[in-house]
């Protein structure tokens, strides 16, 4: 550092370090678009997660290296309903699956190959897939936007199907605590 | 760590060699000697009807397990029963359904372990739970449906923290007689650990421990408190027209899962604008929480943006949030401006006092000429001459003539081209008055004393001699208010030999160095050396005509005078 020259080439370096950091920041700023999408981990009051089995979604306890099994939950807002009831779409694969209510005659809770952000810009028909949010102590309920008072809701035993519920007891419970993964 | 990669190593083979089965596998884990009651999943599939045969299979092994209920491994109920497991039962099982149109088959990996050395669990094998610190919770000891007793009664549980006995001592932790979960109250981050239940199960008369390990993690958890605004906080931004912006709503929130939303003029972003697109986003905060947020591009700010407030909205449990940001026009650059004001007031000044001090005599005498006449207060000082002039007489051996400069230069300057009206000894004194009456009494009614100096070189001892110029410096130092002028003839390089009072005046006041010639041809007003004379002057008195009715004739008229003369 002692010779002008390499003071010179020092600054020099530094100089076009900085523009093309400079450039590379200012091209960084475009793709505001490919941002990550968050992923939530959803599991009941029992501490009971969800995992795919048998291409359904199970709550049960991952037991060691079982852990990296639980699936990671895909959520966005469906626009088209009243924000006030915190209406969501829920998905499983980075959204590319999403979790519906059949339409029989009872409602049976399904996961279908829908991309969570095509639903999110639908309408009315997009209510199957909807699930509208009420908060209590820490954890929330999901029910029907399509099939009012019916909940999402776990078994009691482990290892059981995710299904809905209209009356939740021992037997099914219906408080999740829901947050980023 | 070694056995850490055991499982994944164990786990990672089956998850890829059986991409078409892999949710048909999973793994089942058992601690040595404890019992272990093993499900299939398949059979669980609603399209399955309730006539179905279910048999398990040791991998590699076409017998099916034995259905004998006194074998150690035995199936019961299409549930593969170990009691208890041993090492050796390590391995892949297969559970086969079969109905009258079709087969399927799950399989299922058991990993039978061991405890950590000196230690009640496997590292390897725990469950992880999580309690919020905010709302307290339950842990559950997972997985003891099969273990109910013969009378089917839910087992009693015991539970330890780190592999110490004794828990529900402390009355925050609750657990009821036949109840699979332990309650927390008051949480605190000490309570974050190792966990272990223990039941026991009997089965034809022997008692066999069944144990869970679970790691349970304590987080701070959800707050009563709505979420706060970090950007935007009501403000406003200034951008240009055509820039590019990114509109970042960003909330520090306890709760997550929350959707904050951008609005303008009351719709969404997407209809005010549609290329104005939101994406969400949710990351950990630093302090516990999360951070929440709603993000748009505006990739070129329009006309339409500067007009409404963009709200970014949230709603929480306990309500709604709204915080605003509005873009604006960019201000004019207000310190530039100041800049350049101050600089340009200082140049100003700057050159202000530079012209003032390059043109001071100048502007003097022309305000005097223009503006002192009417400003000045008409208020005769008694006085009567502007001037005395003290010059040393009736040396024409001097090379320069003080003579012809006081009688003849300066009366044609300052009288008949300034109309000032001087006391020149020498020309205005009458013949046989005592020269020092006339000196000390003329000198008393002169503004100002002239005092022509000419280099001792030249002309030696120039006012040594008379006693005039000495009353007049005494009068001028003593009798402050008369101002003296000096003018010199030519440059005096010594004033060692002057009269100190001379030498005290020059130090002072300087001198006027006379630099032009003694010919006969008229000089002007205006050059320098008699603008700096005139400067030095006074301001030309302007004498009420009753005034001038009491004074002589002859002060009245120079001019006349210097015709006789």
Redesign the interface.
């Known amino acids: 550092m002692g010779c002008p020259v390499c003071q010179l080439s020092y600054l020099i370096v530094l100089f076009l370090f900085h523009c093309s950091e400079a450039r590379l920041s200012s091209i960084h700023e475009k793709p505001a678009t490919q941002m990550k999408v968050p992923k939530y981990r959803l599991w009941d009051v029992a501490q009971k997660s969800l995992y795919l089995r048998n291409n359904q979604l199970v709550a049960g306890y991952l037991q060691g290296p079982n852990s990296v099994l639980e699936e990671k939950i895909y959520c966005v807002t469906n626009r088209f309903f009243e924000p006030e009831k915190f209406p969501i779409i829920l998905g499983i694969q980075e959204g590319r699956r999403s979790l519906a209510c059949g339409t029989g005659d009872l409602p049976v809770l399904q996961l279908e190959d829908v991309n969570i952000t095509e639903l999110s810009r639908g309408g009315a028909e997009t209510s199957r897939f909807t699930f509208f949010r009420s908060y209590k102590d820490g954890m929330w309920r999901f029910e029907s936007a399509a099939n009012p008072g019916w909940l999402l809701c776990t078994s009691a035993q482990s290892n059981e199907p995710l299904g809905l519920t209209l009356r939740p007891d021992a037997a099914h419970i219906v408080d999740f605590y829901f947050q980023l993964f | 760590m070694t056995s850490?990669l055991w499982?994944?190593c164990c786990?990672i083979p089956y998850v890829s060699s059986f991409s078409a089965e892999q949710?048909?596998l999973?793994?089942?884990?058992v601690l040595v000697g404890e019992p272990i009651a093993i499900?299939c999943?398949?059979a669980?599939?609603p399209t399955l009807h309730s006539d179905y045969n279910l048999t398990w299979y040791r991998n590699g092994s076409d017998t099916p397990i034995t259905t004998e209920t006194r074998s150690r491994i035995h199936q019961r109920d299409n549930v593969l029963w170990f009691i208890p497991a041993t090492l050796e039962d390590s391995g892949l099982y297969e559970c086969n359904v079969r109905n009258s149109d079709s087969s399927d088959k799950?399989y299922i990996h058991l990993h039978v372990f061991k405890n950590n050395d000196g230690l009640c669990f496997?590292g390897?094998?725990?469950?992880?739970?999580?309690v919020?610190m905010?709302?307290g919770?339950?842990?559950?000891c997972?997985?003891l449906?099969y273990f109910n007793d013969e009378n089917n009664t839910a087992p009693e549980i015991q539970w330890y923290k780190e592999c110490k006995p004794g828990l529900l001592q402390d009355n925050r932790f609750l657990s009821s007689k036949g109840d699979i979960?332990l309650m927390i109250n008051n949480v605190t981050m000490h309570d974050k650990g190792n966990y272990m239940c223990q039941t026991t199960y009997t089965y034809m008369g022997i008692q066999h421990n069944v144990s869970r390990t679970i790691y349970v993690d304590i987080e701070e958890?959800?707050k009563k408190t709505p979420p706060v605004f970090v950007y935007p906080k009501n403000h406003s931004i200034e951008v240009e027209l055509g820039s590019?912006v990114?509109m970042d709503c960003n909330i520090s929130s306890s709760?997550?899962?929350l959707?904050p939303?951008w609005q303008v003029n009351g719709e969404?972003v997407n209809i005010f604008d549609n290329t104005y697109?939101e994406?969400?986003?949710?990351?950990?905060s630093q302090g516990g929480g999360?951070i929440i947020g709603a993000?748009?591009?505006i990739s070129k700010v329009k006309s339409k943006d500067y007009s409404h407030k963009f709200f970014c909205?949230v709603?929480h449990?306990y309500g709604e949030a709204v915080a605003y940001v509005v873009l604006k026009r960019p201000a004019p650059n207000i310190q530039g401006y100041l800049i350049g004001g101050l600089v340009s007031l200082v140049f100003i000044i700057v050159a202000t006092v530079f012209v003032y001090k390059l043109l001071k005599i100048d502007i003097v005498l022309w305000y005097r000429n223009s503006c002192h006449p009417f400003l000045s207060k008409k208020v005769s000082d008694g006085k009567i001459y502007d001037a005395y002039v003290l010059y040393p007489k009736n040396r024409v051996s001097c090379l320069y003539s003080p003579d012809i400069f006081a009688l003849k230069v300066l009366p044609e300057v300052l009288e008949r081209q300034c109309g000032y009206n001087l006391f020149i000894f020498g020309r205005d004194d009458l013949p046989g008055q005592a020269v020092v009456n006339v000196a000390d009494e003329k000198i008393n009614q002169s503004r100002r004393v002239i005092i022509v100096l000419v280099p001792e070189s030249s002309c030696y001892n120039v006012l040594e001699d008379t006693c005039e110029q000495q009353l007049a410096v005494y009068n001028a130092l003593i009798h402050d208010g008369i101002k003296v002028i000096l003018i010199e003839l030519d440059k005096i390089k010594d004033y060692t030999n002057m009269p100190e009072s001379i030498k005290y005046i020059k130090q002072k006041h300087g001198a006027i160095r006379w630099k032009g010639d003694f010919t006969e041809r008229s000089h002007s007003a205006s050059t320098k050396f008699w603008k700096n004379v005139r400067y030095q002057m006074p301001p030309r008195q302007t004498v009420s005509p009753s005034e001038l009715q009491l004074l002589p004739t002859a002060f009245n008229s120079p001019h006349s005078i210097m015709l006789e003369r």
């Not at chain 2, 999973?26 to 884990?29: L, N, P, R, W």
């Not at chain 2, 390897?124 to 999580?130: A, R, S």
């Not at chain 2, 994406?279 to 950990?284: C, G, N, R, S, W």
């Open positions: 850490s499982f994944i786990i949710r048909k999973s793994s089942d884990f499900s999943q398949i669980k599939i799950e496997n390897e094998t725990m469950y992880k739970q999580k919020f905010s709302i919770g339950k842990i559950t997972p997985d449906e979960y958890g959800p590019h990114i709760i997550s899962t959707n939303y969404d697109e994406q969400f986003y949710e990351k950990p999360f993000r748009f591009n909205r709603l449990p």
